[in-house]
């Protein structure tokens, strides 16, 4: 996404008469998307990593705005989620922020934490909190929550909400990164609840999307009729039609600096990888950026073309981006090679309608780290019931479901071939809902090194990363290694990146020859 949504910067921005700039995007897998990918079941488009972007961020729905796909957008067709504890399914409190309950009583009637645990988080109401001076810019967001409200909201409260979205654990992941109203709101005097219960100013809330009716409000998340995977597959589609050219099946496999082209600046010289008849095909396609001209590439026997270009956005994932930079910013490439990544499974299922006997309430379920299902440590960390969440995907004969495994530190899913996987997470399921019967169909999607671990003092070594690869001549960075690992945070950042790799350029390129 981030890199399509870089693309689609540089077309904006050199998509004027007279430009003669190319816009490449080189994607190494079969297809656009990265991690926003749907494939076939059941005779249904079902989205297999993400299935929806945060509504309250305006990147994905100004980028939708713009390809026309406003009346495509969607909502979920039910609202609300549950959580594992205390042996059974408790509906999660009203107000909560992103794990941290923000009123006391809708948290203590869910009857997700202990009495004993209630009482603790309510101390934060009465017991005054003084700001505490100096300190640290960066914490991790367990402890931050633990100090103020007890380690029951962070266990089963803050961790699977914060936790999941990073498949990662609050006692590393960072404040500043990932929960930033939260550190704002512990450094401040009074309590952390009604703090983090304020409303944001009008300033910090997006504009409704034109589908978002002005009567109702508007909806957590959106996707796309259909699935999510729309939005990059539309994008692409409007990409080639001004022009830009999409290789797929080809990876950068190194970069380097030329001296010059004759007309007395350096260019980038590109190592590409992949099938040779793909690389040997790689000519420009005709459209309005550049109609003729074949692409600086030639392409060998052994599946090794080569591309010179202007600018790179680099919008790979981090240990790729070290990789491609090592030699070039020494600096980046270390600090992209030490961030960790948690990889995670999905195995969705379609369940003969009448066999999962409980009543399906909201959209599924979260399962705290620290559980036990039929007495052994979960391995699920969350389910979905898809025909209710989007029901798009409904049929009269089944229940899809979806199960998300996985997170950084526990790797048990590695040990387990695809049938074991499958049989393991529906066991839990089994063990949490009242099911009679098996799946009739299943799939299994893994995603290793999926999710980028944001730990403390993240932020600051992004900012070192920039500046870092800032040094050289028309690079940028874009992606869910970053500034956030969300659809809209990823389309903002690809598009941060196209406009600094056009700073850095200066407007040379649009006056390029061809
Ligand atoms: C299971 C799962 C569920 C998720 N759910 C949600 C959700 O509901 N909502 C949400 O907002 N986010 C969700 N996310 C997160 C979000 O999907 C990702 O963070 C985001 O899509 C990442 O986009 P990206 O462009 O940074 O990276 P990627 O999608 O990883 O794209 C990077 C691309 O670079 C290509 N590449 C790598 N190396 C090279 C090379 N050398 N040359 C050329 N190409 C290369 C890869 O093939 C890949 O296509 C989810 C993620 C997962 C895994």
Known sequence: MA?????????????????????????????????????EFCGRTVDVAADAFLARRPEATGLCAELGLDDALVSPGASGAALWSRGRLRMMPDGVNLGVPTRWWPLFRSGILSPGGSARAGVDLFRP???????????????????????????????????????????????????????????????????????????????KPAAAPRTRPTPVFWSLEGTAARLPAELAAALIARGVVIHTGVAVESMARTAGDGSGHGMWRLALGGDAAVLAGITFASGPVDATAPVDTTASGDGMGILHVDGVVLAVPAGQAAGLLTGHAPVAATLLADIR??????VTLSMPTGAIRSDLVGTGFLVPRTSTIGGRAALITGCTYLTQKWPGLARPDDELIRLSIGRHG???QDELNDDELTAAAFGELAGILDIVGQPSHSMVTRW?????????????????????????????????????????????????????????????VAGRPG
């Open 3 to 39: 890199g399509l949504a870089a693309a689609w910067q540089l077309a904006e921005d050199l998509g004027g008469s007279g430009s003669r700039a190319r816009i490449v995007v080189l994607e190494a897998g079969s297809r656009v998307g990265g991690k926003v990918r749907s494939t």
């Open 129 to 207: 909190h003084r700001a505490t001076p100096g300190a640290p810019v960066d914490r991790a967001v367990g402890p931050v929550v633990a100090a103020r409200l007890g380690h029951q909201v962070v266990e089963r409260l803050v961790d699977p909400l914060v936790g999941g979205i990073h498949a990662g654990g609050v006692d590393e992941l960072s404040a500043e990164a990932t929960f930033p109203p939260l550190l704002a709101a512990d450094r401040l005097s009074g309590s952390l609840m009604r703090r983090l219960g304020q409303p944001p100013s009008p300033a910090q809330s997006p504009p």
């Open 341 to 346: 990544h948690a990889s995670v499974a999905v």
């Open 410 to 412: 526990d790797v048990r």
């Open 448 to 508: 290793d090194g999926a999710f980028p671990q944001y730990a403390v003092g993240h932020l600051s070594r992004t900012t070192r990363i920039e500046q870092s690869v800032a040094e050289l001549p028309g690079v940028a960075m874009a992606g869910a290694a970053y500034r956030g690992v969300g659809i809209p945070a990823v389309i903002g950042s690809g598009r941060a990146a196209a406009r600094a790799v056009l700073r850095s350029l200066d407007g040379t």
